[in-house]
C-alpha cells in the first residue's frame, strides 16, 4: 500500500474502529453462520459414511421366530448374490446396573443381549472394541458405548441380569464396544450388550440364532435386487421351518440416519443463508453510513483529479479490507463451531467425527460467500457514492429537505396529540424510506427467524403432543410369548395404579400386491374394535367397527412405500406364511416412522392360529407422569412374572417422549443459537442507521439544541426513532414468521413424521423478539443518539 | 494569433430550479482572465460568487453559454474527463480547507499527484516536502490535520492545490474561517504565487485579500456589475 490512496484506505479501517467492527462483525457473522452449518455438515457426513464403511452393515436383516443353526446360516451362504451370513442370538432381560450399591441398586432398565458366534472374525455389522476387555470371556458383559448417556456403567464391576423367568445372574462389566450400525441406546431406551454363547446358555438361551444377517455381493446396487435376494432368503430360512417375524432392508450404500441429517443440515442452512442475507443488509446500511461520512471527502477528492474509477476503487478496496478482515475472524471460529456441532450431532447419532479439520472445499465456500456478499452488497452504495458531482458532494448541507412530499409524510404530519419530541422521532422514522426499509428489512428478517424457531419447536411439540395422544397408554407390556388374552389383563388390572388394560397382538406381515409382488415387512396389530389405548386422526375412511371381519387400517405413511392404496381396496397380506384378503376401510395418521396396520384382534387370531391371545398389554394408569409410569411398568412385570407370564419388555410414553424430546431439543437449541446471531447482526444494523441519521442530521440537531433542547431531549428523540423502527420489525417480523414457521415446520414434518407438522405459532417467541427488539433499538440508538447529544450549537454552524 | 486567455467565458448563464420556480443565479456572464493574472470576484452573498467559481473549475454546469478554461471546453467534458483535468490544471482551496482527516500533512499533498499518476513515490514525496516548505508548514509535515490550526489547515490546503503544478488557482473564501494575522499569512502566500505568474481567481469578502489582485471583478444579482482595477476598487467595497 505504498500509494497515498491506498493508505488513506487502510486507515479508513483503523481510524473508525466502531464502524470497522460493525462492518467486519456483521460478514463475520454471516460467514460464521454458513461455515458452521456445511462444515458441520460436511463432517458429520463424513462421520456417516465412516461409520458405514467400519461398520460393514447388513443389506438384509431377518428376525425369527424360533432358532436356527449355522448349517442353515451356511446354506444361506451360497445362495447366489449373498457375500456373507451370519447368524445371531439377540434377546431383551433387565439390567440391574448397581446391584451392590445401597443408594442405586434395583433400578433396572431393559438390556438387549447380543451373542455373536465369533467376535474375533466379524464380516458383517461388525462391534468393534473400544475400552477394557473385548471380547467377552464367559460371565462377561461388553456395554455399546451409548450405553454411557443412559447409565454411568463402570468397568469391572458386576452387574445383574434378570431374564424372564424372574432369576437373576450376575455378570462382570468387562469393557466397551462400539457398533457402528446399531441404533444408539437412548433411542430406545434400551442399552444394547454383548455377551458370548456361553453366557446366554447360562442365562438359559438356548444355543442357536434367531437373527440373520446378510451382505450381499458387491454387484447387487439395485434396491430391488437386495429386496428379491431378501425374499430368496427368507423363503429359503422358512423351508427349513424357521418362520421369519420381521424383515429390514434398509436403503442400501448410505447411514441410516443420513437422509434425517441431510434434511435438518438444510433447514440449518437456509436459516444459514438468511442470515448471510441479513449480514448483507447490513452491509449496505453500513456502507450507505460510510458513504455519507465521506461525501464531503469524495468531492475533494474528485476536486483534486480524483476520478470515478479511482475513488470507486479505493471504496472497494476497503470493503475487500473488511471481509478479508471478518474471514480471518469467522473461519477458525465456524471450523470450531462445525467440529463442535458436528461432535454433538454426531454423539446423538452414535458416530464418530471423522477428524477434526474443515475440508477445504468449505473453507473455499466462505472465502467466496466472505468475499462475494460484501463486495455485492456495497456494489450499489458506493457506486452511488462515488458518482455523485462534485457540487453535489461539496454543496451537501446535511439537512434532508425531502420530507413531506409523501403520501406517509404527510399522514404523519397529520398525527397529533403527542409531545413534539415524540412527533419528531416519529416522522423522523420515515425520513429516509430505503434505508428504513434496510433496516426494518434486516430487524424484520432477523425477528422472523428467530419466531420461527420458536414456532417449529412449538409444533415439533405439539406434534409429538400428539403422537403421545395417538398411543393413549401409559405403559407398553410386551409379552415373551403370546398368552391368554383374558387372563394376562386381569392379571395386569390386578396391579394397584392401573385402570385400564387391553390385549393386543401383533404379527409381521408381506403386503402381496397385484403384480403379486412382495412389500417390505409391515407391523400389523390386531386390538379391540372399541380400543380405548389409541387414539387415531382420521384422515381417509373411518376406524374399525366391532364384530366387522377382515377390515383394515392403514397409517397415512403406508403410502411411502406402497403409494396405490386407496380406501375401498382389497390388500392381500401375508401373514405367518398364510395369505389373506383384507378390506382397507380407513388412513390414519401416522404416528410414527414406520407404517402400521390395524385390525381386529379375533380376526388376526384366526389367521395366526391361537384365540383369545395377546402377545401385548396396553396399560393405562391412574397417574400419568414418568415416575408414576415407570413404577407401574416395574409392578406390572413383577406381578405379571409372579403369576408365570413372561414380559419381554415394557415402554412407557414418558421414557419414549422424552428421548424425542431430548434429541428436539438439541436441535431447538442450535437453532435457537443461530437465532440470537441474526438478532445481533440486526441490531448492528439498526445501530449503523441510527449512526448515519445523527450523521446527516447533525445540523438539525445544532437547531434543536439552539432553540432550547437538552442533551436527555436530543436522547429521547432518537431513541424513540430506535423504539419506533423496532415496533415495526416486530410487527413485520410476526408476519413474516407464520407463513416462514409453516413452511420449515411442513418439511420438518415430512422428514421425521412424513406429514406437516401440528402448526401451533408461539406467543412465547413473539413476546421475547418484542423484549430482544426493544433492549436491540435502545442498545443500538444509546451510542449515536448520545453522540448526538454532544454536539455543540457553535461545532454543527462549522459542521461539514 | 493572440493566445486565448485561461479563463474565457461567453454568455454564461446559471439557473437553480427551487420549489418557487426557476432561480437565475449567473445572468449573461462574460469574462475573460488571461494566464498570470490575479483577480478578486468580489459581492454580496448570495450575489452568485460561488456559482461562477464553480462553473470556472466545472465543479458545476452552466445552463447556457460557452466556457473554455485551461484549454477544455468545459460544456462537453464528462465528470471523468473533468476530474483528470482538475488534477492537471487546476488548485482549489476552500473556505473551510477540505483535507482529509485520515491523512497526514504531506500524505493531503501528495494525494492530487497520486490520482494523477504523477512522478515516482520519492519525487511526490519530495514535491510535497517542496510546497509544505513553500507555504512554511515543513514541520508539520507528519502530523494529521486535526493537529494543526485553521491557519495551518489553509496553506495546506494551498500546498495540495499546487502538487500537481497548475497554472490555474482558485480559491473560495480562503481567509473567510482564519483571524486576521492568519489570514495576512494566507493573504501573503497567495501573493507570492500570483507574482511568480501564476493565474489566481479568489472570491472573497476580505477587503485586503481584493487589494492584493490586478483585477476585480463585482457582482451583483449574478451579473458583473463592474470589472476594475483592485485599487480603485477594494476600499469601497464593504459586504454585508
Not at chain 1, 434395583?106 to 438387549?112: A, L
Not at chain 1, 473461519?331 to 461432535?343: Q, S
Request: with cysteine.
Amino acid at each position: 500500500m505504498g500509494s497515498v490512496r491506498w493508505r488513506k484506505v487502510l486507515r479508513d479501517v483503523t481510524a473508525y474502529r466502531a464502524r470497522t467492527v460493525a462492518v467486519v462483525g456483521s460478514i463475520a457473522i454471516g460467514v460464521f453462520a454458513i461455515g458452521t452449518i456445511t462444515g458441520a455438515s460436511a463432517l458429520l457426513g463424513a462421520g456417516l459414511d465412516q461409520a458405514y464403511a467400519a461398520g460393514r452393515p447388513a443389506a438384509v436383516t431377518l428376525y425369527t421366530a424360533t432358532g436356527f443353526d449355522r448349517e442353515l446360516v451356511d446354506a444361506v451362504e451360497r445362495m447366489p448374490g449373498v457375500e456373507v451370513a451370519q447368524g445371531r442370538r439377540s434377546v431383551v432381560a433387565w439390567l440391574d446396573p448397581f446391584p451392590d450399591d445401597p443408594v442405586r441398586r434395583g433400578g433396572t432398565r431393559e438390556v438387549q443381549l447380543i451373542a455373536l458366534p465369533d467376535f474375533e472374525d466379524q464380516e458383517i455389522d461388525r462391534v468393534l472394541p473400544r475400552t477394557g476387555q473385548f471380547p467377552p470371556g464367559r460371565g462377561e458383559i461388553v456395554f455399546e458405548r451409548s450405553a454411557l448417556r443412559l447409565v454411568d456403567i463402570g468397568e469391572g464391576g458386576e452387574v445383574m441380569v434378570r431374564t424372564a423367568d424372574g432369576r437373576e445372574h450376575r455378570l462382570r462389566a468387562a469393557g466397551l464396544a462400539y457398533e457402528p450400525g446399531a441404533s444408539p441406546a437412548y433411542y430406545f431406551g434400551r442399552l444394547n450388550a454383548y455377551v458370548t454363547f456361553e453366557t446366554l446358555g447360562d442365562l438359559g438361551w438356548p444355543d442357536s440364532y434367531n437373527e440373520l444377517r446378510v451382505r450381499v455381493t458387491d454387484e447387487v446396487t439395485d434396491p430391488a435386487q437386495i429386496q428379491q435376494i431378501a425374499d430368496d432368503v427368507r423363503q429359503r430360512i422358512e423351508r427349513a421351518g424357521t418362520p421369519v417375524t420381521f424383515a429390514v432392508v434398509p436403503s442400501p450404500g448410505k447411514h441410516p440416519a443420513q437422509e434425517i441429517v441431510t434434511a435438518v443440515f438444510l433447514v440449518l442452512g437456509a436459516i444459514g443463508f438468511l442470515s448471510l442475507f441479513v449480514a448483507g443488509f447490513l452491509i449496505v446500511n453500513t456502507i450507505n453510513v460510510l458513504m455519507a461520512q465521506h461525501i464531503r471527502q469524495i468531492g475533494v477528492m474528485k476536486v483534486i483529479g480524483g476520478r470515478t474509477r479511482q475513488i470507486f476503487g479505493m471504496y472497494l478496496t476497503l470493503i475487500l479490507l473488511y471481509a478479508v478482515l471478518a474471514l480471518l475472524i469467522a473461519i477458525p471460529f465456524a471450523a470450531l463451531a462445525a467440529i463442535g456441532l458436528a461432535t454433538v450431532a454426531a454423539g446423538l447419532l452414535n458416530v464418530d467425527v471423522s477428524g477434526v479439520i474443515v475440508p477445504p472445499e468449505i473453507v473455499a465456500l466462505e472465502v467466496a460467500a466472505g468475499l462475494a456478499m460484501p463486495l455485492l452488497a456495497a456494489l450499489i452504495p458506493i457506486q452511488r457514492g462515488v458518482r455523485i458531482t462534485v457540487h453535489a458532494a461539496i454543496t451537501d448541507t446535511g439537512i434532508d429537505e425531502r420530507f413531506g412530499r409523501g403520501l406517509v409524510d404527510r399522514l404523519l404530519a397529520r398525527l397529533q396529540g403527542l409531545s413534539r419530541p415524540m412527533l419528531l422521532s416519529i416522522r423522523s422514522t420515515f425520513r429516509r424510506k430505503a434505508r428504513l426499509a434496510l433496516t426494518l428489512a434486516a430487524l424484520t428478517l432477523g425477528g422472523a427467524v428467530f419466531m420461527t424457531i420458536f414456532t417449529v419447536r412449538g409444533s415439533l411439540f405439539a406434534t409429538l403432543d400428539d403422537t403421545a395422544r395417538y398411543f393413549n397408554y401409559d405403559v407398553q407390556v410386551q409379552l415373551s410369548e403370546p398368552a391368554r388374552a383374558t387372563t394376562v389383563t386381569n392379571e395386569v388390572l390386578r396391579v394397584p395404579g392401573t385402570v385400564a388394560a387391553e390385549p393386543w397382538r401383533f404379527a409381521s406381515a408381506l403386503r402381496i400386491r397385484p403384480d403379486a409382488t412382495e412389500s417390505a415387512s409391515l407391523v400389523v396389530f390386531g386390538l379391540p374394535a372399541e380400543a380405548e389405548t389409541v387414539a387415531p386422526v382420521i384422515q381417509e375412511g373411518r376406524w374399525l367397527l366391532p364384530g366387522e371381519g377382515n377390515a383394515l387400517v392403514a397409517t397415512s405413511n403406508i403410502r411411502r412405500d406402497e403409494p396405490d392404496l386407496d380406501v375401498g381396496d382389497e390388500v392381500v397380506l401375508r401373514i405367518a406364511g398364510k395369505n389373506s384378503t383384507w378390506m382397507l376401510v380407513g388412513i390414519v395418521q401416522s404416528p410414527t416412522f414406520a407404517p402400521f396396520l390395524y385390525v381386529d384382534t379375533e380376526t388376526l387370531g384366526r389367521v395366526t392360529g391361537g384365540m383369545d391371545r395377546a402377545g401385548m398389554v396396553m396399560v393405562r394408569t391412574g397417574s400419568h407422569d414418568g415416575p408414576a409410569q415407570a413404577e407401574a411398568a416395574r409392578a406390572i412385570r413383577e406381578h405379571l412374572e409372579s403369576t408365570g407370564i413372561g414380559v419381554a419388555a415394557t415402554t412407557t410414553t414418558s421414557d419414549v417422549m422424552g428421548t424425542i424430546y431430548t434429541v428436539f431439543d438439541t436441535l431447538v437449541i442450535i437453532v435457537s443459537l443461530m437465532a440470537v446471531l441474526l438478532g445481533v447482526v440486526g441490531g448492528l444494523g439498526l445501530a449503523g442507521t441510527m449512526t448515519m441519521n445523527v450523521v446527516e442530521r447533525s445540523r438539525e440537531i445544532g437547531v434543536i439544541r439552539a432553540i432550547g433542547a437538552t442533551d436527555g431531549a436530543v436522547l429521547r428523540i432518537f431513541v424513540g426513532e430506535g423504539i419506533v423502527i423496532g415496533l415495526l420489525a416486530w410487527l413485520l417480523g410476526g408476519a413474516l414468521s407464520l407463513p416462514l414457521s409453516k413452511v420449515l415446520s411442513d418439511a420438518l414434518g415430512e422428514v421425521f413424521v412424513q406429514r406437516p407438522l401440528a402448526f401451533s405459532p408461539s406467543l412465547v417467541g413473539l413476546g421475547l423478539w418484542l423484549v430482544i427488539v426493544i433492549i436491540l433499538a435502545v442498545v443500538g440508538t444509546l451510542t449515536p443518539a448520545h453522540r448526538a447529544s454532544r454536539i455543540a450549537v457553535r461545532e454543527v454552524l462549522g459542521y461539514e | 494569433m493572440p493566445e486565448r486567455p485561461i479563463i474565457d467565458l461567453r454568455g454564461v448563464v446559471k439557473d437553480y430550479p427551487t420549489g418557487a420556480g426557476s432561480f437565475r443565479a449567473l445572468a449573461d456572464v462574460t469574462l475573460q482572465v488571461e494566464a498570470g493574472e490575479m483577480v478578486a470576484i468580489v459581492g454580496k452573498s448570495g450575489c452568485g460568487k460561488s456559482t461562477l467559481l464553480n462553473m470556472i473549475t466545472g465543479i458545476d454546469r452552466p445552463t447556457e453559454g460557452d466556457l473554455i478554461v485551461a484549454g477544455l471546453d468545459l460544456r462537453q467534458a464528462s465528470e471523468n474527463d473533468l476530474a483528470r483535468w482538475r488534477g492537471q490544471n487546476v488548485g482549489i482551496v476552500f473556505q473551510f480547507f477540505q483535507l482529509i482527516p485520515t491523512l497526514t500533512v504531506a500524505e493531503n499533498v501528495m494525494l492530487p499527484m497520486d490520482f494523477a499518476g504523477r512522478g515516482s513515490s520519492r519525487e511526490r514525496r519530495a514535491r510535497a516536502a517542496e510546497l509544505l516548505e513553500l507555504v512554511e508548514m515543513s514541520d508539520q509535515a507528519d502530523k494529521l490535520p486535526l493537529a494543526t490550526s485553521g491557519g495551518q489547515q489553509q496553506r495546506i490546503a494551498i500546498a495540495r492545490a499546487l502538487a500537481n503544478d497548475p497554472p490555474l488557482l482558485v480559491t473560495d473564501e480562503p481567509t473567510g474561517n482564519l483571524d486576521s494575522a492568519t489570514a495576512r499569512q494566507v493573504i501573503e502566500v497567495f501573493a507570492r504565487l500570483a507574482d511568480a505568474g501564476r493565474t489566481v481567481v479568489l472570491v472573497t469578502h476580505d477587503a485586503e485579500l481584493a487589494a492584493q489582485a490586478r483585477r476585480v471583478v463585482h457582482i451583483v444579482d449574478g451579473r458583473i456589475a463592474a470589472a476594475a482595477p483592485a485599487a480603485a476598487s477594494a476600499g469601497g467595497y464593504v459586504d454585508g
